[in-house]
């Protein structure tokens, strides 16, 4: 009796186990409900490889920054200056290619791309540092975040938009010509694959991952435990930067021109593609599949809705009630 | 292996040796210093002077990293882990085996394993996540992480107060296990036969000293219990005549969500009953079930005529005013002003439609900190800079201006100093013995308190509560300290299924 009563709740995992797959996996569901909702209602447009590839092409900014917002989120921080880094994304590439001759466009580009990750890098790094250093909460910092890197961008394009040659950078999202369907989706929406199972990767099998989860769940049992927590800290931010400057690169792809007052609220729907996928702000729950998946169930709604002819404003309370409804359905899982 | 202890402010001149092998219980009442002591082994608090040698070399550390750097680990009451990491992650968090940043799983899985089989706990499933284990199986990880890291000295805070009696059990062999294996145990708790059955040497510290240091075959609990208790009796309680009049307040067979477990209880007009016990016995969440702020599984609370359960709401209009326990965090609103904190329940006669007329506001206020001896700049004050004891005298004010019946106080002298203390206790007095002559009703008051001499002094009845379930109110004259502490401390078999089939 007496060691029924102290292993039963461990050996009892089983009926556990099914539920916390079932939550895990409840993103997804919603994501196919939705989807068959509009593909049964809406019209047959919908259903078209055409509008599934636009569906992807619309995912890819929003899911590449919340590849990094994941990571930030995961630790128990916020990041809304990814908006703000997106439009120096774009305005950074913008002012390198303007310079570029014409003889080696191609190199001019990877170099403009390389450029406006490093800024924007540094934006999440000097974020970062001063979360760790100045010890103020990352919702205000990245708030005040916002607003400098979105002045930087202003101030570096002279409040214009920039011209840029044409370049492959332009072709990343795309949409398909003819003879190139055979990549299913644009080269934009493949990079946006591969990063993300890299990246899940790294919080499955990284010292970084593993910490940033530790950090998220319970910062002073980690501190304990040996975890440097600020040079945590500082590399997620830098990588939430990193990714919001991947996500300008093929903002610019599909923008052409360099546009410091792009992506306006951009964060917000970065944050609730996290949540919808299962992140929580507390710390410690979140995956790169479930924002991807909850990035997806955004612009599925988006392209349902205008597909039948529906007003912005509809689909934007839609969104609005999916985000409530699946955070308070992960809340009542918990209970 | 020898520790030496200097003086803080809360310890004076603590000296204390544990060996290799060999388990050392630190007894004492609740204040006696364990936990400063506690602290200063940690890191968390650097001794002021004093020092203490680990294995021949001498051992500072500056925080509680370098703690468990060093080979001492603390296992506190409150387990410190990542709930959202799986078994293995926790106990080799921080020190993850890797190649070029990613981890191997397959020595991690390993170490973990090697981890538990030393506990000999190998049905812990390395792979789950940690917050789907019982909390008995929580405590092992915690234990398992710090012999992971390679503890020599394991100090275990109060580890019992969450286990059922099957699980203490199989501590209590796991500690007897990591004796034999060499570690050096200290193990601090409040429940004497626990103490007894599993330390070799038992320390007793009283008021920041140690009062006695002998090895456990010889200090048997009623000597314990004289160690701890062994200190004067100041006589400055104030008792006026309090005719007891009707029963006012009724509690039965009252049970909330985890505490109290079963508390029966009547009180009358004039009466002042207190609740004695442990930390986490279950006291507070006596008063708070009592009061509508927690949920209440089972049982009645009957004010008055009124039976029913009650929202704080409901609980003040009936004439129910209650203390905190914790001023700073729920008691006051530290940022708000004296006059507000003071009128915050009662607003009524303060102005018409709603609306507050300062002045009304300040001159109630000013009536209450004359009648309190509250030091204070003026009415506008915030409450954030007054120190302790006025701080408390306004929360007690607040009770007073609703004009309350029945009051219940959460330690109510908790971190004030003696002349407020002194006041409360005259208050309390007042308070029960009304005043008729000024049409004054008599109140009654349910008080919880951690100092028995207090309760003692204050008191009419005392009831004490050992894990969630409340004991008969006896007599102030029945009973005595070490009735208390004996009744308080007692290890029950048998209720502990209750507690862990919830």
Redesign the interface.
Known sequence: MVNDAAERPIRSGSGLRWREGLSRLAPFLGLIAIFVLFAAIGPESFRSARNLETIARQTAIVGMAALGMTLVILTGGIDLAVGSVVALGTVVIAIVLRRADAANLHWMAAAAAGAALAACAGCGWLSGWLITRLRVVPFIVTLGMMLVVRGAAKGLSHEQKIDAPETWLNDLLASLAADQRWMLVPPGVWLLLVLAVGMTLVLSYSRLGRHALAVGSNEQTARLCGVPVNRVKMWVYAMGGFFGGLAGVLQFSRLTVGDPTVAVGLELDVIAAVVIGGGSLAGGEGSIKGSLVGALIMSVIRSGCSQMGLSNWVQEIITGMIIITAVALDRFRHR | MGKRFGATVALEGVDLEVGRGEVLALVGENGAGKSTLMKVLSGAHPPDAGSIWLDGAPYAPAN??EA??AGVAMIYQEL??????SVE?NIL????P?RA???R?AEVRARAREALQRLGHE???PE?RVD???V??QQLVEIA?ALAVGCRVLVLDEPTSSL?Q??V??LFALIRQLKSQGLAIVYISHFLDEVKRVADRIAVLRDGRKVADEPAGRMDIAAMVARMVGREVRDWYPRSARPVGDVILTITDLAGIEKPAAASLELRRGEVVGLAGLLGAGRTELLRCVFGLDAVRRGQVRVGMAGGLGSPMRRWAQGVGMLSEDRKQEGLALSMSIADNITLTRLEGLGGGGWIWPRRQASAAREWIRRLDIRCRDTGQKVAALSGGNQQKVALARLLHHDVDILLLDEPTRGIDVAAKAMVYRLIDQLAAGDPSQGRKARAVLMVSSYLPELLGVCDRIAVMCRGRLGPARRREDVDEHALILEATRLEAGED?NR?GE
Do not use: Y
Request: proline residues 11%; hydrophobic residues 40%.
């Open positions: 509680p990293l468990r750097r410190s882990l990542a709930p959202h990491l992650d968090l921080g020190m993850e890797h940043g990613w981890i799983s049905e812990i499933p789950r789907r284990l019982p008995a199986a992480r059922a099957a699980d059990d199989r299924t862990h």
